[in-house]
């Protein structure tokens, strides 16, 4: 029973691990002022304007003209800091 119990929250454990290991992190800019935004996800509105949640201001964020770039957690790490 209690090898049992030991599995399953090492199966839970590994499973968030795995979790938090696969989010993608992206810096959006705002084309018009080439302000950096943050975030790990995205949506586009039929309008094709994108939405997301900036985490360096903690805020969302809707913008008409914008670049999208995938980045690495270091340096999304960084961009928050500044």
Do not use: H, W
């Not at 399953?8 to 938090?20: E, I, P, V, Y």
Request: contains cysteine; charged residues 20%.
């Amino acid at each position: 029973m209690r090898f049992i119990s030991f599995a399953q929250s090492g199966l839970c454990l590994l499973t968030l691990l795995f979790a938090a290991g696969c989010t993608t992190y992206y810096r959006i800019t705002d084309q018009p002022t080439r302000t950096a935004y943050y975030t790990t996800g995205y949506d586009r509105t039929d309008s094709g304007a994108v939405k997301f949640y900036d985490v360096k201001s903690r805020s969302n964020v809707t913008l008409q003209s914008s670049e999208i770039i995938e980045i690495s957690r270091d340096a999304f790490d960084s961009g928050i800091r500044q």
